[in-house]
């Protein structure tokens, strides 16, 4: 993922940064007013050299509308094309907006920008006439100069960006880490962004329901503290082919995300992905049972140990039952492939064999347990080193033969004309290509896998390192598809995870299908997703200063169900456990645990291994059984069926909150300033709402939450006896130490 971030920061050195070469003096300026938004357009340049929200100027500086890459076939070589090359530039006012006309001769471009206004928000639209003779690979636009930190303050500035379940950055975040950009569909989920303080802000919003690859991108420049917003559009390799931009929409926001998430949310539930599913199109019916994650392994530690044998995983899922009162569990055991974790494409026969793992999963029924498996989506691995330690182990790899006898020829080719090959992301990983999703390979390939998993009794296909159905554009001439960037990529995946569903129902009726990170326009197939919104700067955040948020489960939800994966608890103490573990039940996602696993060695010795949840740190195992009996109740029926509520943090003093992390291959030191309690809450149609309330504390919390509660609500903490609560604006709430409660109020 690291890598791929980096390459798209050679995007930026090619845009450059423009000077206007001539401007108008502010009252000349042709003005483009919404309700609470205006542009002001230079009559000259055509730039836009002001744009104002509740009278607020937002932008930096004069900000052109387009930047286009040009590309020569031949040599592939490009230059980048903007309005100071037009030699005419006509900006005319009309009928419910504006129009800017650029004629550039030198590079055959004609330019149109249609700026009109609708509804509180501006609609801008471009059209580009492009030459006969060059491909018009990509497009900027709109291009925002905005001030980085919109009022005097910088304390409450916050830019939000659709990666994964969605992330916000601090001011000092976009100084720390300058580059924020995902590319949909696949890293980013969603098509929006905003920038906004204490007064709010501005939203870009792109309307584009044939959901056409592009970058979403905020760029910070130190001087003059500067935030470039801006949508790369990436356009297929075809040579002459111009350009319509989709309409991209600039709209006020208030100073939260979950007030431009709530404009892109009215314009998203319309949608094709997101039509409410009926029938067959429903995520299975278990998914909404009581239910917790647990993680393992099926390969022994590095020390050849195994914390659980085979026929020992029903005692530790009951123990996990009766710890948390989940009626089913979610395995998550990984290492089912042949050759090791992660070797794609050839995972079968099963390891240890397909039979072990056939009365494995069968046993693991009888005790209310479906097992997920993490199937590595469009990698094909090609070599790969051994990686041991005492607790942990990575297997050699070498499919280089195998590689070269069938996998070049189907994997994808990068606009070099050659097969990709990434190097290794870390220890685990190994170097692998993409297996191109057009080729007849990937078609077979997924049915065929998705048919020997559900066969051996696997419940759940998960897309895998395919973050949002990632797949970089492919340029190969022989694989029967348009050539470079185009909607084909994600038609093809979509097609190859409903085939994988299908084959999967057509054996298990409750087969489901899942993809690690969420994105929109698969919406259609997944019944799950790998929600991340337990993490706060990891991934999909963007490091120091940045912070995941439950973004696309408030956009989406209840289509698909969030998968929490990344909460392992330990049997050391580690408040930042208890951070994931309520982080993650915010977004509505079913809680996880490994019940330790990968620590159990260092403090049980190796003659103990077996996870236990008696020998899980107390905190986090009485946290995740508190949290267990909230749910157990009601809570889960209007997760599964209401959306998420913009609901109001919990006004008590946030906690400076210091903890050691894991980091790729050492422990850091780490300390985050975060709410011990924390609030969110989910409407059913009807009109009935749940909130949910997590107390991280080790010390009791008593806050009063600002609802207003007419006659009939419940409050029940831990699962316990719900008590009334009195009518009136405010409910007081007392909360034990590690505890979770659960706010019912009647439809009005
Ligand atoms: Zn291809």
Request: proline share 8%.
């Amino acid at each position: 993922m690291a890598s791929a971030l980096r390459l798209l920061g050679v995007l930026l050195v090619c845009a450059g940064s423009p000077v206007p070469a001539q401007s108008a003096p502010q009252e000349a300026l042709l003005r483009v007013a919404g309700q609470r938004i205006a542009l002001g357009l230079d009559p000259r340049s055509g730039d836009l050299a002001s744009l104002t929200v509740d009278g607020r100027e937002m932008l930096a500086e004069r900000s052109p509308w387009y930047r286009a890459q040009l590309t020569d076939p031949g040599s592939r070589a490009s230059r980048w094309a903007d309005a100071k090359s037009a030699e005419s530039i006509r900006v005319e006012e009309v009928k419910g907006g504006a129009r800017i006309t650029y004629t550039d001769s030198a590079n055959r471009l004609k330019v149109i920008v249609n700026l009109e206004t609708a509804a509180g928000e501006i609609a801008a639209r471009l059209t580009v006439r492009s030459p006969a003779d060059r491909i018009l690979e990509a497009v900027q636009f709109p291009v925002l100069r905005l001030k980085a930190r919109p009022g005097s303050e910088s304390e409450s500035v916050r830019l939000f960006m659709p990666g994964g379940d969605g992330y916000v950055v601090t001011h000092g975040g976009l100084r720390g880490n300058t580059w924020n950009g995902r590319a949909y569909p696949g890293h980013a989920s969603m098509q929006f962004m905003a920038l906004y303080d204490a007064r709010g802000g501005l939203s870009l919003q792109c309307r584009d329901a044939r959901a056409e690859p592009k970058d979403l991108q905020s760029v910070y420049e130190a001087d003059p503290d500067l935030l470039e917003m801006r949508l790369t559009h990436k356009r297929p390799f075809e040579t002459g082919r111009g350009f319509e931009s989709p309409a991209v929409a600039l709209l006020p926001c208030g100073s939260h995300w979950t007030s431009a998430a709530t404009d892109y949310k009215a314009w998203a539930r319309k949608q094709w992905w997101a039509r409410p599913k009926k029938g067959e199109a429903r995520p299975p019916a278990w998914l909404d049972s009581h239910l917790v994650i647990l993680h393992g392994s099926l390969r022994p530690l590095g020390n050849g140990k195994h914390p659980v044998p085979l026929d020992r995983w029903p005692e530790v899922i009951r123990s996990l039952k009766q710890a948390t009162g989940a009626e089913g569990v979610i395995l998550d055991v990984r290492e089912w492939e042949h050759k090791g974790i992660y070797t794609s494409p050839y995972y079968f026969p099963l390891y240890p064999s397909p039979e072990a793992v056939r009365n494995w999963l069968s046993a693991a029924e009888a005790e209310g347990a479906r097992a997920m498996a993490m199937v590595s989506g469009l990698q094909w691995m090609i070599e790969r080193k051994e990686f041991r330690t005492p607790s942990y182990v990575v297997t050699a790899f070498d499919g280089k033969a195998l590689f070269e006898a069938q996998g070049r020829q189907v994997c994808v080719v990068n606009r070099d004309g050659e097969v990709q090959v990434d190097a290794p992301y870390f220890n685990w990983d190994g170097s692998k290509a993409k297996i191109c999703p057009a080729t007849l390979f990937a078609r077979l390939h997924f049915r065929d896998t998705a048919a020997k998993l559900a066969e051996a009794g696997f419940r759940i296909f998960e897309f895998d390192q395919m973050n949002g159905g990632d797949c970089p554009p492919c340029y190969s001439p022989s694989h029967g598809h348009p050539i470079g960037p185009g909607i084909w990529i994600r038609e093809q995946i979509a097609r190859r995870i409903a085939e994988a569903r299908e084959e999967g129902r057509g054996r298990l009726p409750e087969f489901a299908t899942s993809l690690e990170d969420p994105c929109e326009v698969y919406l259609p197939h997944l019944d799950t997703y790998v929600g991340r919104a337990a993490h706060t700067t990891e991934w999909p955040a963007n490091g120091e200063g940045s912070e995941v948020v439950p973004a696309f489960s408030f956009v989406y939800g209840p289509l698909a169900r969030p998968l929490a994966l990344d909460v392992p608890l330990t049997v050391y103490p580690d408040p930042y456990q208890l951070v994931l573990t309520a982080r993650a039940a915010m977004s509505g996602a079913v809680p996880c645990t490994s019940l330790g696993w990968y620590s159990i060695l260092s403090k049980y010795g190796p003659n103990d291994l077996l996870p236990s949840p008696e020998k899980l740190d107390p905190a986090q195992r009485q946290l995740l059984a508190n949290l267990m009996r909230a749910r157990s109740g009601s809570l889960r029926e209007y997760i599964a069926q209401g959306e998420m509520l913009a609901a109001p943090p919990v006004d008590l003093k946030p906690a400076s909150i210091a903890f050691r992390r894991w980091e790729r291959d050492r422990n850091v030191d780490r300390r985050i300033t975060h709410p011990e309690v924390l609030a969110n809450g989910w409407e059913k149609p009807g009109g009935e709402r749940a909130y949910l309330f997590v107390n991280i504390a080790s010390e009791p919390r008593a806050f009063r939450y600002p609802v207003v509660v007419r006659g009939g609500a419940r409050l029940a903490v831990n699962g316990g006896t719900p008590r009334n609560v009195p009518p009136g604006e405010g409910v007081e709430v007392s909360m034990p130490a590690l505890s979770a409660a659960v706010l019912l109020i009647p439809k009005p």
